[in-house]
Every structure is written in C-alpha cells, then in structure tokens.
C-alpha cells in the first residue's frame, strides 16, 4: 500500500460492521473527489444484483471482478461494505496485493450499541432487528494488511471523510478517466 502513483488509480477499501457510517461516509469521500472515482458498494452488488442474502460464494468473486474492472478501465475506486475478513478477506488480500497502484484499507471500529443508533438515525436503513444485527456484529474484524487505518467509534463523519481522502491519496489524486471533470451534463447539476 503507498501513496499517489502517477497514471495509476487508487483502490479503497473501508470496512466495518452494518451501522458503522462506512456506506455514508464511502458516498461522501466519492462525491467530494468528483468524476472518475467509482464507488462499488456490496450491499448493492450482493442484494439487488444478485438478490443474495448470504451464504452464497458468489458475492466475493463478483464483487472483486467489479473492481477488476473500474481499476482496469481507469477508475479510482471506493469498496466499501462489511466485507467480513472470513468470507472477503483471502480475495480482498489479494486484490489489494495484485493492485500496481496505491491501496489504503479503513475499518471502522464501532460498538454493537453504537452500531445500532447509527442504524436508527440512517436516511435509508435496511430493515433489520438489533437481534439480526448482533448475528452479524464481528469486533474488530481487521483484514490484517500493512498499514490498515482504524477509524474509531469516537472519529466523527467529517473527520472520517478528511482521513480517507487523506491517506488515501485521493484528496491529490486527479481523475484518470477520459470523462472531462466538468461535463455539460455535471455542470447542470
């Protein structure tokens, strides 16, 4: 894992339990840096694309094929989900260790009752149970690479969104894609 690499897209990974702010904050850190930074969310890819609710090997794969991807085509990108370090942790290691340019990985170190009030205050929360929750719920469940960040429970939204961009080298990164930063259509917006 390292810094800004010229010409070589950035990968993030920010991990972490359901409740955690990870899917919040990743949002955040891909709008502040702009164009050319796509933003895979597991949730996304393992429930509406593949309609799977655990259990099933396929997500890993797909999910790190996914960023294959966007890395490949020029795209900086942003992972983020649980991505529990049992099930994503071996394909998650070594997509990171095949990775030419930067990588950083942030875990999001919360409590379960932490994770829960976070839950309840979500502008779109999944319907789940604090028992369902609990099931799911791994303390520090590090992905064990060099130079893993921690963002503890006490590190507020702000604070994580500035130490992602950061350390990631996302703050200086400029886009690696052929869409123009300010096109028509963004300019509209």
């Given at each position: 894992?390292?810094?800004?690499?010229?010409?070589?897209?950035?990968?993030?990974?920010?991990?972490?339990?359901?409740?955690?702010?990870?899917?919040?904050?990743?949002?955040?850190?891909?709008?502040?840096?702009?164009?050319?930074?796509?933003?895979?969310?597991?949730?996304?890819?393992?429930?509406?694309?593949?309609?799977?609710?655990?259990?099933?090997?396929?997500?890993?794969?797909?999910?790190?094929?996914?960023?294959?991807?966007?890395?490949?085509?020029?795209?900086?990108?942003?992972?983020?989900?649980?991505?529990?370090?049992?099930?994503?942790?071996?394909?998650?290691?070594?997509?990171?260790?095949?990775?030419?340019?930067?990588?950083?990985?942030?875990?999001?170190d919360?409590?379960?009752?932490?994770?829960?009030?976070?839950h309840?205050?979500?502008?779109?929360?999944?319907?789940?149970?604090?028992d369902?929750?609990?099931?799911?719920h791994?303390?520090?469940?590090?992905?064990?690479?060099?130079?893993?960040?921690?963002?503890?429970?006490?590190?507020?939204f702000?604070?994580?969104?500035?130490?992602?961009?950061?350390?990631?080298?996302?703050?200086?990164?400029a886009?690696?894609?052929?869409?123009?930063?300010?096109?028509?259509?963004?300019?509209?917006?």
């Amino acid at each position: 894992m390292g810094g800004i690499s010229e010409g070589q897209p950035t990968l993030v990974v920010i991990r972490g339990n359901s409740g955690s702010g990870k899917t919040t904050t990743a949002r955040e850190v891909r709008r502040r840096f702009g164009r050319g930074c796509a933003l895979v969310e597991q949730d996304y890819l393992r429930r509406v694309i593949l309609r799977e609710h655990g259990g099933n090997p396929v997500a890993p794969a797909f999910i790190t094929g996914t960023v294959r991807a966007a890395l490949d085509a020029g795209y900086h990108v942003i992972l983020e989900g649980i991505l529990d370090a049992k099930s994503h942790g071996p394909l998650l290691r070594r997509l990171i260790a095949e990775h030419t340019g930067p990588s950083a990985v942030f875990y999001f170190d919360v409590s379960f009752d932490e994770t829960v009030r976070r839950h309840h205050t979500r502008a779109e929360p999944i319907p789940v149970t604090a028992d369902q929750m609990r099931e799911w719920h791994q303390p520090r469940d590090l992905l064990g690479t060099d130079g893993e960040h921690v963002l503890e429970e006490t590190t507020t939204f702000d604070e994580a969104v500035a130490t992602i961009l950061h350390l990631s080298g996302l703050a200086k990164a400029a886009a690696l894609t052929p869409c123009p930063t300010r096109c028509p259509r963004c300019a509209a917006k």
